[in-house]
Structure formats: C-alpha cells, structure tokens
C-alpha cells in the first residue's frame, strides 16, 4: 500500500554515523497536471519508437551499436573515459591508446546487457538477476571493491573524491538490511500496478539508495531500465537507453535522486526521468533511421556487381563501423585478398576510409556511421531544433 505521507525512508544510527533506510515503495504519489503530461509525453515517444523501430529494415543490426554506444555512456558518468570509436576500433581489432582496464570495464557492460536480455527469456527481473549483471560487469576488474556478483558486507558511502564517512554525502543502509530492502524492492517491480514507466523510475532510485554492491551500482541500476522495457514489452528491442540523457545532465540526474532521499520530492525524479524517456525515445528514432538510410544508400552505391562480398561487408558495417581485413575475411569465410578488394571497393566509393598509415594490418572506418552514433544526445524536443 502506498504511504499516507510522503516519508521516503528514516535514519538509522550507527554509532558515529547515520545511514539511510529507504522506505518500501512507492509512495504516495501527487498526480500534477505537469507530471501526467510528462508520463503521456513518455509513453506516445517510446510507442512511437517501439512501433516505428520495429518496422526499420534492419533494427536488429543496429541493436550492438545501440548497446555499445550505453555501455560507453553508463561507464562515463562513473568515470571511465574510453570512447565510442576506442571501443568499436577494439572490438574490430585495432590497437587504440587506451588502458586495457578501461576498455575491459565498458566490454563488460555490453557483456552483462547481452547477458540479461538472453536470462528474461527464462528469469523475470530480479533480486538473482542483479547479481549476475553485477558479475558479467566486474569480472576481471581490478580492485579489491569489484566482489563479482556479492553485495557488500560493509558499510559503503557516496561522496566526493577522497570523502570520509563523515563526510559522505549519502550513506545507504546498514550491510544487514541489504538484502531485506532488495526482497522489498522486488516484491514492488513484480506487484505494481502503476503505470510501468513510473514504476522503473521509482524501482531505479530504490535500487540506488540500497546500493547493494561495493561498486558498480550506477551501471546495474542502469542496466536494470533496458532490461525492464524489454520484459514488459514496452519496447521489442533494445533501442532506447537513458544513459545519454543522465550523462548529458549527469547533475540533474544525481541531484534528482539524492532530492528524494532529503526531501520526498518523487514528482520532480519522475518528471525528469519521464523526460529522459521522450527525449532518448526520439533520439533513438532519429539516430537508427539515419543508419538504415545510410546503409541502404551504401547497400545501392555496391549493389548490381560480379561480386556480392561489398555488399556482405557493407552488412558488418552495420554491426560495427571500423573493419579490418582479417576480420571481414574470418567472418564472411572469404579469402584475405577477396577481403581486400572487397574493402577496397568501398574505399574508393567514399563508404569507408583508411586510419593511420599502418602498411599492414590496416583499419578501416565508416565514419558517417560513426559520426551519428557518437553525435550528443538531444535533451530538448525535436519540435525545438
């Protein structure tokens, strides 16, 4: 039952500190006229998005892209700087200037997002499933905070660089209501009758406030927004991603979330994240059908040849912009200088173009594909371009 006032937890001494104990969700909700405008807002873009992604030529193709581009984007607003084109570039086997750390933790991203869409098949959203999202994310890190897969034992605390607990700026619940306030939590995912847009919304800030793990909680709570539009239906593929929007405003977003645990204020967290959904449902709309007509337009420039391997490269293209010669040989089953004269082709069309001068092992890039994959997200309505 929602609460009779609006409390959103209570304080809970621990000696020398106090932590936060969230309430069990939800509260009780103010429809305003402005925050039922925000949900229809919402809910007519990602409609429009489900039903006109699902009929782009090739929606799963762009699926990878789509999830790499959230990995890179959820990983950056903890502070992991690799980029869009580092991770793609090394996925297609280029060497890139990066740590290999960093690479490694935006790579388990994509691994645990892959991860948690093949597991709804069989597990609905879930205490369980958190935990294995968490150990696809931090296997390999380093650092004695990853613990794959367990939540903490220890009291943890959010604050600037270098903070002390007496310092933190939020400190969330004891070890030992961890796991009480995640069974709560999905009690509420799996009975609520809210509308499923709000529910997500109220379940990521609960999820944040618990903070069950030593690290990586940002990145699963995040994880746990696609994977739940996904289980609900709300959206065929995974097409839309917040991550853009919260790190495009990253100090709304963890303003929003810390303003409710202070204050209560659930209709301004709700208003904001049902605007990241508007804006990001656009976003993907107007980014995936410029890669479909992108790609049609190269599918023609190659078309009508002697040979169809242009055609079968412009395919992996789809897949991942930067391509080499070994990696278009090994995945169309072709010999390398088939390969070769294939990728050549497309060079001299304009599709891709060369990067660096490298005389062996050479890379290749559709920069046009990439340039709309890395554009920054739009935070205001299509109307207002």
Request: charged share 25%; glycine share 8%.
């Amino acid at each position: 039952m929602p609460h009779s006032i609006n409390i959103p937890g209570q304080k809970v001494s621990q000696g020398s500190y106090s932590a936060f104990l969230p309430a069990a969700l939800p509260p009780k909700l103010n429809w305003t006229p402005r925050l039922i405008g925000a949900l229809s807002d919402a809910d007519r873009l990602i409609g429009r998005l489900a039903g006109e992604g699902s009929r782009l030529p090739n929606p799963h193709t762009l699926i990878r892209p789509f999830v790499q581009r959230e990995a890179v984007l959820s990983s950056k607003i903890e502070g992991i700087q690799a980029t869009l084109g580092e991770l793609l570039a090394a996925e297609a086997g280029a060497i890139v200037d990066r740590s290999p750390e960093d690479l490694r933790e935006v790579g388990n991203y994509v691994v645990a997002l892959e991860h948690g869409i093949s597991r709804l098949k069989k597990l609905p959203l879930c205490v369980r499933l958190t935990r294995e999202l968490h150990e696809k994310l931090m296997m390999g890190v380093q650092g004695h905070q990853a613990a794959p897969g367990r939540f903490r034992k220890i009291q943890n605390w959010i604050g600037k660089p270098g903070s002390t607990i007496a310092t933190a700026s939020y400190i969330p619940p004891p070890p030992g209501e961890v796991e009480p306030c995640l069974a709560a939590w999905e009690k509420f995912v799996h009975e609520s009758t809210l509308p499923p847009l709000v529910t997500i919304a109220l379940a990521h800030y609960q999820f944040e406030a618990i903070h069950p793990f030593l690290d990586g909680n940002g990145r699963v709570g995040r994880l746990l927004i696609t994977l739940f539009l996904i289980e609900r239906q709300i959206l065929p593929t995974p097409l839309l991603y917040l991550s853009a929007f919260f790190e495009a405003s990253r100090r709304d977003y963890y303003d929003g979330l810390r303003a409710i645990s202070e204050r209560g204020a659930w209709s301004d967290w709700l208003e904001y994240f049902l605007q990241g959904v508007a804006r990001m449902s656009e976003d993907a709309l107007s980014r995936a059908t410029r890669i479909n007509g992108l790609l049609a337009e190269w599918q023609r420039k190659v078309s009508g040849e002697s040979s169809n391997n242009p055609l079968r490269v412009v395919e992996l293209l789809g897949v991942n912009p930067f391509i080499t010669v070994n990696g278009a040989a090994d995945k169309l089953a072709i010999a390398f200088t088939t390969a070769q004269r294939a990728i050549e082709r497309l060079e001299r069309t304009g599709i891709v173009r060369r990067m660096g001068d490298a005389k062996r092992d050479r890379v290749y890039c559709a920069n046009a594909f990439l340039d709309i994959l890395e554009e920054p997200a739009r935070l205001k309505p299509a109307d207002n371009k």
